[in-house]
Structure formats: structure tokens, C-alpha cells
């Protein structure tokens, strides 16, 4: 997507030096736009665990170039065990660094089957880096192919509105910055108003980090769609109001049985829907499926330092600031993601079309993960 009318994607390798990984460092997104270089495994681990790179899909395509780096690294050791015994040190280091984003494991175990096929050093080098640019290619299509499943269903709200703006209700931010490209749940809103189609989105802030309004409200702009950030607990209130036509979140694991783990908070938007009757859906690429677990209670959540819910950043005379919100004695608790249930999720938004949320239905999207 743009970036002051030029086209950016998240990741990316360096144009003159192939061993070297840049990428878009958010923690300075909206006030600064920076450019991270990495060339080490230790240095991708870090961007991903301190969150310079976030989102379910930037966070695998991460790990994919994590491992291309571990394989340059691996190709100092004089003998195949040592390869190997490095490579394995290197998924072990990036494995640990988020524990619910899913795509973070299935990135890592697609480059060692690759990497396995590889005899030499070199050879191993060169299917990393091609499976790292595959698995960042295919986000890219798979979240554009979200789009156009997507937008379907904000055209069929059209004839509804007497020519008003649909409005569409997002959590966190699973936009672009959350992927290679395009994003998830923000995918059909681009799809849309690229479309010609008048949509609004209501941006959660989504504190404590508050990817909706530092992320999500930033790129939206970014690309010219109508935003309006609120409160994180404002939704009931304007789903009340008639003022939300779609909820769209993303998906950082979804069980095959269709239980969906987002951002924390995503839970009382979907039971706010349901009393509302707001349609309300999530938007994933088959990479955010968990193929092994049955059911939500599964999915381990992420438990951040209790530090980032008793402290917010800001911009001030061009300096990030960092101040105190809560007394320093009270302790806090910080879990970063909950579980919503099948049952309160109108569908599925995937790359290969719209499906409910039962085993039943995902399966005759993805007959090949049926056993
Ligand atoms: O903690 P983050 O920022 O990596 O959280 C991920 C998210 O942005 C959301 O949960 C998102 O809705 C799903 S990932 C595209």
C-alpha cells in the first residue's frame, strides 16, 4: 500500500545487498517513518519480540527471513551437523519470540522442510531465500484475494445505506502493516474504497499499545479512507446507535473448529455484535489456521510486561515521551489476546472465499487439511 503516494510493502530484502533484511519499524509509526536493517538471526528475534514488526502476517513473513539469515549464518560451520545444529539453535531463538501468532511457527517449520532438501551449504542458502520471498509473496495474493472476498460482502450493504457510507467496526490492526501487503480485516475496506464505495471505519484505539490508533487510523490515511478513532470500549454504544454495519477483525489463530484468537478486547466486540445484531467478521489467510487444535481454550494467550498497560508513549517536540497512567505500586495484568467463540463469528474471510465458522465449512475451503 502507499506511503505519501509511494508504494511500500512491510518487509523486504535490501535492494543492493540480498543477505541484508529491511522492514518498517513501527514502534515510531504514526510520528516517524523508519527503515530497520537486520542481518543477523539474534536481530530479527528482537524485532519481532519488541514489536518493530507485528501482526500475524508480518510476523511469519519475519520468521521466513529469520531463517534465511540463519542459513547465512549456519554456512560458517565447517561441518553438515553444524549446519544443522546452528539452523535448529536459530528456529529454537525465533520460535520464543511470540507465542500466539501461529503463522510465527508454520513460517519456521516450512524453511526447515525446505532447507532439508538442500545438500550443500549454498543450496540451503539459496531454497531459504526462496521460500522466505514465497511465503511473503503469498501473503501479499492471499491477503488481496481477502480483499476481493470482502468487499462482497460491504457492496451487498450498499443498497442499504440511501447513499451514506458504510461503516465498518476494526480491532487492533490488521491492515497492511500487519501483513506483506493489503492486510486482513482492513483488506475489503481498501478493496472498497479503491472500488469507488463510500466506507467509514471506526478504529479501536486498542490500548495497551494502541495499534489502532498508532497503526491502524495512520494507514488508513494513508490511503485517503474516512476514519474515525474511538475509545476501546466505545463500540457497544455506537453498534447500539445503529451506527456499525460490519465488524471486520483479523485473526491472529483460528482452531479448524472456527474459534478465533484476536487481539484482547476482540471478544466483547463480537458479543456486543451478536446483541446487536451486527454482523460480525474475521478476516484470515490460511497461514492464521491452527490445523492441530480443536478448540479456543487451546491457544496460548500472550502475557506482555504489566509495564506497557502502566505507561503510554507519545510525541513531543520531536521525542517519543514516555509517561506514567497508574500508581506505581498497583500491579497490572496484561494479557495481549483473548478467544472468541464460533458461535458469536458470522463468517470466515479467507483467501479462497467466505465460509462459516464450523469445522464443517472451513474444511470444504481446505480439503486438504481434512484427515
Ligand atoms: O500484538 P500484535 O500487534 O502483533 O497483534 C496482532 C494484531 O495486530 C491483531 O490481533 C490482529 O487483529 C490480527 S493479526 C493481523
Known amino acids: 500500500m502507499k506511503v505519501g503516494g509511494q508504494h511500500f510493502r512491510t518487509i523486504w530484502l535490501h535492494p543492493a545487498n540480498e543477505r541484508v533484511v529491511q522492514f518498517i519499524d513501527q514502534r515510531f509509526l504514526p510520528h516517524r517513518f523508519v527503515i530497520e536493517e537486520v542481518n543477523t538471526v539474534a536481530q530479527m528475534a528482537t524485532a519481532i519480540r519488541e514489536m518493530h514488526v507485528r501482526g500475524a502476517g508480518l510476523i511469519g513473513a519475519s520468521a521466513g ?7 547465512i549464518e549456519a554456512a560458517g560451520s565447517p561441518t553438515v ?29 516450512r524453511q526447515l522442510t525446505s532447507i532439508a532438501q538442500g545438500k550443500t551449504a549454498n543450496e540451503k542458502i539459496d531454497l531459504a531465500l526462496g521460500t522466505a520471498r514465497h511465503i511473503a509473496a503469498e501473503d501479499e495474493e492471499h ?59 471506526w478504529v479501536d484505539e486498542t490500548r495497551p499499545r494502541s495499534q489502532g490508533s498508532k497503526l491502524t487510523a495512520w494507514e488508513l490515511g494513508q490511503h485517503g479512507v474516512p476514519h474515525t478513532i474511538i475509545a476501546d470500549s466505545a463500540g457497544g454504544h ?123 465449512s472451513i474444511l470444504e475451503l481446505f480439503p486438504e487439511h481434512a484427515s
Open 143 to 201: 491477503c488481496r484475494m481477502i480483499g476481493q472476498h470482502g468487499l462482497n460482502l460491504i457492496e451487498q450493504v450498499v443498497p442499504t445505506k440511501n447513499g451514506k457510507p458504510v461503516n465498518v467496526l476494526t480491532h487492533c490492526n490488521a491492515g497492511w502493516l500487519a501483513f506483506v501487503d493489503y492486510g486482513s480485516a482492513l483488506a475489503p475496506v481498501y478493496a472498497a474504497h479503491d472500488r469507488g464505495l463510500s466506507v467509514h471505519v
Open 65 to 71: 527471513y529469520g531463517m534465511y539469515l540463519g542459513t
Open 238 to 360: 455506537l453498534m447500539q446507535r445503529g451506527a456499525v454495519d460490519l465488524v471486520i477483525v483479523g485473526s491472529d489463530r483460528t482452531t479448524c473448529t472456527g474459534d478465533v484468537a484476536n487481539k484482547i478486547g476482540t471478544y466483547l466486540k463480537a458479543l456486543a455484535a451478536r446483541d446487536n445484531k451486527v454482523p460480525f467478521y474475521v478476516a484470515l489467510p490460511s497461514s492464521s489456521f491452527d490445523w492441530t487444535i480443536r478448540d479456543g481454550s487451546e491457544i496460548p494467550i500472550e502475557e506482555r510486561d504489566a509495564e506497557e498497560l502502566k505507561r503510554a508513549h507519545g510525541w513531543r517536540d520531536g521525542q517519543m515521551l514516555e509517561v506514567s497512567v497508574a500508581p506505581e505500586n498497583s500491579p497490572a495484568a496484561n494479557y495481549g489476546f483473548d478467544v472468541t467463540p464460533r458461535r458469536l463469528v458470522t463468517g470466515l474471510i479467507t483467501e479462497r472465499g467466505v465460509c462459516k465458522a464450523d469445522e464443517k
Open 81 to 109: 551437523a553444524g549446519f544443522d545444529r546452528h539452523l535448529a539453535g536459530a528456529a529454537a531463538q525465533l520460535k520464543v519470540t511470540r507465542p500466539t501468532a501461529v503463522n510465527l511457527t508454520w513460517a519456521i517449520e
